[in-house]
């Protein structure tokens, strides 16, 4: 199954001995994927002896399928000349990300080296936001005028196909490079020869604009099965496409992105175990220390109804039961909105509706817990008032917790903040101290 | 941005006034995700008069773009030779994943009304195991001998076509169906007419044997940048292809069904506000009440500790606090090591590693937690006894809580059970309990 593993004793074992022959010998044969899966364990160094090794285009193949971090590493260790024949080799998005990975300094000093075509669309990709379409998008895409007939299309593409990402998608532009139509390498091939391209493409194709959101652009890929979007400007120009391949790169990392922020942590940006320690041991940290000084708030709480605790002591053994079913219900809440967010199921305006969708879901499971509660309570003979004070107090805890853990998500996308970083923890902290100030209240009032 | 709000109210007002020729007019001009987007909040009634108003095969393109439960119930407002229709248009996939929502009885019915070859498929299909390869493939696929030459292999395609889901990757099979090498259409279009494919295709491609698990295959797109990836069997014939945009939404789904586990909700299936109330709060209280539950533990070791709590009564203000950094940070690991079992950062044979590392992990953070603890505690005055109980205390809940988060989910997956069940409030609860033994423990030695 993992061929490469197959592979990686003879792999470690030509290394050593420095048999560059059989080294070479075996990845000529290997899909460029495997190859950089093979090698990406080892240093920097021996990496960019390795992409050295390999003969053009192959090396260049491997050096893209290498994540941004150790492409950056391995350029260290190449020569001028190599990475600039690197650079002007990747697709002009691959390249841009691994410029702007690089220290300014070196990045001035092989921009003269390119050349200008290249120069010119590292400086135009660069200008747009990061997670933008824009950012995401590459410019070395098909495109044809509508007037030509099918034979002389299939010319074209023949002589343009070496420097375009896909040719599957072929977008159709008038003269001011405004797009009018798209159509499909299968359609055109399909086609008779002397057809016309604007007879059978289709007209007014799905574009985004250049400055959309990455995550809303991924959106439309699940929408529409895409292989590839067209990028426009505000003036409808088509500036590029982005690719299906880029778009599901970008959707697994967003999504372990909001995994590792429900899960409180700050996102890796990298896989676990290439996180350095000390970098993860901070993402983590910060977070525990929020989440510390937030429990700060329940222990006060707590030391706020010491007497009504001196007089019914028992009522302090049903404290963690309460407060965590506070926090679990929010934590519920909390995953659903915040998810059903990213993949577009609830939209802001739908506010409304998830409020009173979380309340009547709140009073059901909290009367679910609440019965429960007493019951065991009731059994533990703690007498009538504490146990009915359990079972209220669970009913508010819980209803609470559903209302805090859907809304907060919202409110944050509709201040312009990431809806993850309501982490799961974080309104379980949260509802920890409610949690106590709910339980006491109804506690006093019915003692 | 979104087309299909704009029309909304036009739609609404049209189906009302049952005015079916503008609404045809509307419908004609969207792209068929778009009309399913439109109508997807209509009752299956109304998406059933939509389909039938539709010419085909506009009315199938929107019929595939509904969600599942949205096309079963459809059906049931169709007649049996309209469903027959709708059924043998579908591409081999959808169909078995359709008909498999359908009541037995009813597949029963429309089997003998299908085209041999159809029935075929489905029985062939039907087969294979939920979540694999096979049940994702598609049988419709482009496939060649080798040793025709281009302009045959063109020919070939134009007839086969219409047929197949997608044609711009080729397969190259022997006389005996066995998958030889591939093609992309773009090579194809490319290569001189006369060219034989034997000296065009790349040979062996990368290809996933028919019972792999479809989160396997997704990473294989993931790595691979594949259009599709050949289905095989035993004997490495040819059965099949998986399509990108079949695994772009596998892989959105199964994120879906983990984030919510880990946010301790059972997969809901459906989108927030299609599934039903009662569902929902039944996939919610379950998960609920067995936290719920497991939180007894928590009040019966808090109760095992009365006595020490009697003679040094601050404890308990530092129990919601402490309890609650051991389930930060188990959170942080049973996060951390899901999504990278489930990305394929880690593998089950890094075991010891992530073993090591989070011990580290636990011992820096607790010491850093456990720090600022002690001070807090020496500011409200709790004597340095109880201080250090708790500083101490700290280090060791954060300790276990990371090794308990990061070695259940790896257990749990050697075990064959899916690691994100391992939900974060889960460890979470676990670790409130132990957190009280640890706790009280470390009290009882230093007071």
Same mark, same amino acid.
């Given at each position: 199954m993992h061929i490469s593993q197959l592979f990686l004793p003879e792999v470690t074992d030509a290394i050593e001995r420095g048999d560059l022959q059989s080294l070479r010998a075996v990845f000529e044969d290997l899909h460029p994927s495997d190859v950089a899966e093979l090698v990406h364990n080892l240093s920097s160094e021996r990496v960019a002896a390795v992409i050295r090794l390999l003969r053009f285009p192959k090396g260049i193949d491997v050096f893209e399928q290498l994540d941004l971090q150790m492409q950056a590493d391995v350029l260290k260790h190449l020569g001028r000349i190599e990475t600039v024949n690197i650079l002007e080799e990747l697709s002009p998005d691959d390249r841009v990300d691994l410029l702007q990975k690089l220290p300014d300094q070196t990045i001035e000093s092989l921009l003269p080296l390119m050349a200008q075509a290249e120069r010119d669309e590292v400086k135009k990709l660069i200008r747009y936001g990061e997670n933008t379409a824009g950012a995401l998008m590459t410019t070395e895409y098909a495109h044809l005028p509508a007037h030509i007939d099918v034979s002389e299309a299939l010319d074209l593409l023949r002589k343009g196909a +070496? @420097? /375009? $990402? /896909? &040719?599957y998608y072929i977008y159709i532009t008038d003269s001011e490079r405004r797009l009018i139509g798209a159509l499909s390498l299968r359609e055109l091939v399909l086609a008779? +020869? /002397? $057809?016309k391209i604007e007879n059978i493409m289709s007209k007014d194709p799905i574009s985004v604009p250049v400055d959309m959101d990455q995550e809303e652009v991924v959106q439309k890929f699940g929408k529409y099965d895409f292989i590839a979007i067209p990028v426009v400007d505000r003036d409808q120009r088509l500036v590029g496409i982005v690719t299906h391949d880029d778009a599901f790169d970008v959707a697994v990392e967003e999504q372990t992105e909001d995994v590792q922020q429900l899960g !409180? =942590? =700050? +996102?890796? @940006? $990298?896989?676990y175990f290439q996180a350095s320690f000390w970098k993860l041991a901070q993402k983590r940290g910060l977070w525990l220390m929020l989440l510390f000084v937030g429990e700060f708030f329940t222990g006060t709480a707590l030391r706020h109804y010491h007497e009504t605790l001196e007089n019914a002591f028992t009522l302090i053994y049903f404290v963690p039961l309460i407060v965590s079913s506070g926090g679990n219900a929010g934590s519920q809440s909390v995953t659903l909105i915040t998810r059903a967010l990213a993949v577009g199921d609830?939209?802001?305006?739908d506010f409304i509706r998830v409020l009173r969708r979380e309340a009547g879901m709140g009073i059901v499971l909290g009367v679910f817990l609440g019965v429960i509660g007493f019951v065991r309570a009731m059994m533990w003979d703690s007498g009538y008032n504490i146990s009915l004070s359990i079972g209220v107090a669970l009913v508010g805890v819980v209803l609470t917790g559903s209302l805090v853990g859907s809304l907060l998500p919202i409110i944050f996308k509709k201040m312009g903040? @990431? +809806? !993850? &970083?309501?982490s799961s923890p974080f309104v379980a902290s949260l509802l920890d101290g409610i949690g106590i100030v709910i339980y006491f209240n109804v506690a006093m009032r019915l003692l």
């Open positions: +070496p @420097d /375009t $990402e /896909t &040719i008779r +020869p /002397t $057809e !409180a =942590v =700050v +996102p890796l @940006d $990298e896989p609830v939209k802001m305006r903040f @990431d +809806p !993850a &970083i309501m």
